[in-house]
């Protein structure tokens, strides 16, 4: 068995990640054990996805010893204990914020007062080293996890956001220490103490990082809210008697009571009764669904006014709501093109800031003015405050996982990053015909029957010779004759000739039955029937040829109508700007006809399935940008093959490998709405990333005391710890716009 078909998918929630700087440490550390083929860490959700034959506690201790925890995410974990476990983190971060706050106020207030006892006088020998004991106290509580995640970093060989704080504020206590210790040996202006800076900048930095806690609980919304829908009981029937046991225990083929309004618990099929089941949680189709014998049930789907039983066929981590979870998880923690740029640089970015800090301090202490190692401590204790990279490795995950959120509930699912983004660059859009832009549920529209033959019998004889094709043509006409009551005849030697028709025996007469280019290959004559063919498909209908005995006896039309939103929709792509081609395997008229209907100027007919991909690929060969939107299945090349592949699903059909994109219910209005969502949230990223960059950019040379010869302007390291806590919240607030398009 080769590596590719044993290689699972593991996912871990990664406790402990406080900045861009930890993806790089995180990757590195998991990537390094043995199995695993590839890693991809989210910081917006603090989640990584590891591929690979490998066990996940080797995974949870590569992560420890990098200095992060880390847990073993399930398909349906109790998103109520994981929002618990986000607002205890959000409470910490206040409470810590708070005492660090309060302490830094109260000195800042007693120095501009002057209150405070002069360091080196006989009063400050004594104050002085007790307020540095409670300052260091301080410190430790509201920010011995930045100094852990230093320490731990440190033993890596990495740096990260902690090591920059850690050393910004774990210096301005050492510095102040020296000062006091030191204080008759050093001049006068140098007499500062900077103990209120350190624990302000903890204050300003523990209340960013809660408000963003708070602000990146919103983005996981959509997952939350489609966990939330599976139930946690089912009601089984076993020895003939209804019981209500955990979800965990239903077994493939167990027969389930749903009673009116009760939540669906597992996929299945309509075995008893009649409803209407409620699927805008999956689909984003507000009107309920009826459901009668037959019919498939969802799990999380909500049953309306009628009872029923049903016999579950998809349990646990298999069910369409399960992979809806999975599908969501997976796009929300892919990266897309422009998101490889901003982890590139944030790998860089920490060292380089500290390279930067050391030159500052080396160039104030030099050719600053007096007291000069006192400015150069400050200034490089600005530049290590404000270059934290947290805004800048938020900039795309946090876009990313908003707006794949808010596709998911729309009954949109994105299960690739890059789709996400290349979506809203395409020129021209595919769309195959039976079930996109038309229903996909034919029926018999006419039937017309030569010399003394009746119209049941034309059926009768078309039915039984179909009634062993699995076409979906086949099945309209199956249908027609069971709605007709006819009893089929028995056939012998039944061949399906694919693209053609099909052909047997019944009572001793030949039969065939398919289209004009079956009877042609067969010699048999029909020259007098080309003109009722031609209005048969003009009118959109497929027509079929019945032939017994090498004789034209009947024409069956079946007529696929189209969706009754497709005319509109191809109206909006073409507002967009888009080129439409209906890429269809039927006849050119009968296509002609349906892209007429449906507003579609361009066509390509009698295109095998398999020949879709060298349409897509023609078309990319001639500089176009193409999204191909098929069903999945038979569109699979052409799907793999176009820049973004759409796949028309439904809710019981939602792992479609071959698809970028999956939309759970068929309108195609969903196209038009994927390419404004991808346009949306290419520009909240690049605002994101251009408010990071500049915001770097600018806060650096700053912080660096680049306005000082000039205007004589020195950032205040509490400022920048500020300003760095306020450049990340500003990420995540704008990324959360995306969830209102």
């Known amino acids: 068995m080769s590596t590719e078909e044993t290689a699972k998918e593991i996912q ?37 996805t590891i591929k690979g034959q490998v066990n996940p506690d080797v995974l949870k201790q590569a992560a420890q010893e990098a200095g992060y925890d880390a847990a073993v995410m399930e398909g349906f974990e109790d998103p109520s204990e994981q929002e618990e476990q986000e607002l205890q983190r959000y409470r910490s971060l206040m409470k810590k914020a708070a005492v660090a706050g309060i302490f830094g106020a109260l000195l800042m207030v007693a120095e501009h007062f002057s209150w405070l006892p002069e360091i080196g006088s006989a009063t400050g020998q004594w104050f002085w080293p007790e307020l540095a004991l409670l300052t260091l106290a301080i410190l430790i509580y509201s920010g011995w996890h930045f100094y852990s995640g230093a320490i731990k970093s440190l033993s890596q060989k990495q740096a990260n956001m902690d090591t920059l704080i850690a050393l910004g504020t774990g210096s301005a206590w050492l510095y102040s220490c020296i000062v006091i210790d030191y204080a008759d040996t050093l001049p006068t202006l140098a007499k500062h103490a900077y103990f209120e800076a350190a624990v302000v900048i903890l204050a300003f930095i523990n209340l960013g990082s809660g408000l963003e806690t708070l602000a990146r609980g919103k983005t996981s919304s959509a997952i939350r809210q489609l966990i939330g829908l599976q139930p946690r009981t089912a009601r089984v029937i076993r020895n003939a008697e209804e019981m209500d046991i955990p979800i965990e225990q239903v077994g493939l083929g167990d027969i389930l009571r749903v009673r009116p309004g009760e939540k669906i618990a597992v996929d299945g099929i309509l075995l008893e009764g009649h409803s209407t089941v409620n699927e805008a949680m999956l689909t984003g189709e507000a009107i309920p669904v009826e459901k009668t014998i037959g019919s498939e049930v969802v799990a999380g789907t909500i049953n309306q006014t009628g009872s029923f039983l049903f016999k579950a066929t998809r349990i646990g981590r298999d069910t369409a709501l399960a992979q809806i979870v999975a599908s969501v998880r997976l796009a929300q923690n892919s990266k897309p093109e422009i998101a490889r740029l901003a982890d590139k640089i944030s790998s860089v970015f920490v060292p380089t800031v500290l390279v930067i800090s050391a030159l500052t301090f080396l160039i104030w202490y030099v050719f600053g003015p007096e007291p000069s190692l006192g400015y150069a401590f400050v200034t490089s204790m600005t530049v290590l405050v404000i270059a934290c990279p947290c805004a800048l490795g938020l900039a795309t995950p946090i876009s990313v996982m908003v707006a794949v959120g808010r596709a998911a509930q729309s009954g949109i699912l994105i299960r690739k990053g890059d789709a996400l983004q290349t979506a809203g660059k395409l020129s021209c859009i595919i769309l195959d015909k039976t079930g996109t832009v038309t229903e996909g549920k034919p029926m018999v529209s006419s039937i017309v029957a030569i010399d003394d033959y009746s119209e049941d019998q034309i059926l009768l004889w078309a039915a039984s010779l179909e009634s062993g094709s699995e076409h979906p043509l086949a099945a309209a006409i199956v249908t027609a004759a069971a709605n007709k009551h006819l009893s089929l005849d028995k056939t012998q030697g039944f061949l399906a000739i694919p693209g053609f028709g099909v052909m047997a025996t019944i009572n001793d007469q030949h039969i065939l039955f398919g289209n004009k280019a079956l009877m042609e290959t067969k010699n048999i004559k029909m020259a007098r029937y080309n003109n009722k063919l031609e209005k048969l498909s003009a009118l959109g209908q497929t027509p079929m040829l019945l032939a017994v005995n090498d004789k034209i006896v009947g024409i069956i039309a079946v007529s696929d109508p189209i969706k009754k939103d497709s005319a509109l929709a191809v109206q909006q792509l073409k507002d967009l700007g888009l080129r439409i081609i209906m890429v269809t395997g039927d006849n050119q008229i009968t296509a002609h006809a349906i892209a007429k209907q449906a507003g579609i100027s361009e066509v390509r007919a009698q295109v095998l399935p398999q020949d ?31 820049n973004v592949g759409m796949a028309i699903g439904t809710g019981t059909d939602v792992a479609i490998e071959s698809a970028d994109i999956v939309i759970l219910q068929g309108s195609l209005l969903k196209i038009p709405e994927i390419i404004s969502l991808s346009k949306a949230t290419v520009i909240n990223i690049k605002q994101n990333l251009m408010g990071a960059f500049f915001y770097n950019t600018i806060s650096i040379p700053i912080a660096a005391g680049l306005l000082y010869p000039l205007f004589g302007i020195l950032l205040n390291p509490m400022i920048a710890g500020a300003a760095m806590a306020l450049s990340s919240v500003t990420v995540v607030t704008n990324a959360n716009r995306l969830r209102w398009i």
């Open 12 to 48: 871990l929630s990664i406790l402990g990640m406080r900045c861009a700087g930890c993806v790089s440490a995180i990757e590195s550390a998991l990537a390094a054990v043995e199995g695993v083929s590839s890693v991809s860490v989210n910081f917006a959700d603090h989640t990584a």
């Open 612 to 642: 879709k991909a060298a349409v897509v690929l023609e078309l990319q060969q001639q500089g176009e940008i193409v999204g191909m939107v098929g069903d999945g299945i038979n569109d699979a090349p052409a799907l793999a093959q176009a």
